[in-house]
């Protein structure tokens, strides 16, 4: 089975970092792209990014540009979502998701193309 499990959350005070990990198993790493995704109270979840599957290429979204990074761990099955500089609209339960593309070049955060997900991992930034 695919397994996708976020962790790495908890609670930070404005403008403090967190690195979220997304350890997969159960799939062939190199042929997914991963995307981060995020759902805030009472919101519709949301992109947050995404690092394609064959050659790395990372996609931000507005919202989190220059603030989070994206990177991969081909050796650990791993990808990391370091996020900086936090304030508390950034409060929300983070995901990560699989999406089959083998030989994948590019990447994006629409949602129904990712057939694989985690359990969320809870970021809340006081302030």
């Known amino acids: 089975d695919v397994q996708l499990q976020a962790s790495g959350g908890g609670l930070v005070q404005t403008g403090g970092s967190l690195r979220l990990s997304c350890a997969a198993s159960?799939?062939?790493?190199?042929?997914?792209?991963i995307g981060w995704f995020r759902q805030a109270p009472g919101k519709e979840r949301e992109g947050v990014g995404c690092?394609?599957?064959?050659?790395?290429?990372?996609f931000y979204e507005d919202s989190v540009k220059g603030r989070f990074t994206i990177s991969k761990d081909n050796a650990k099955n791993t990808v990391y979502l370091q996020m900086n500089n936090l304030n508390p609209e950034d409060t929300a339960v983070y995901y990560c998701?699989?999406?089959?593309?083998?030989?994948?070049?590019?990447?994006?955060?629409?949602?129904?193309?990712?057939?694989?997900w985690g359990q969320g991992t809870l970021v809340t930034v006081s302030s």
């Open positions: 998701a699989g999406d089959w593309q083998p030989f994948g070049i590019s990447c994006d955060t629409i949602r129904w193309k990712y057939d694989a």
């Open positions: 159960g799939l062939t790493f190199d042929d997914y792209a």
């Open positions: 690092i394609s599957s064959s050659d790395g290429k990372i």
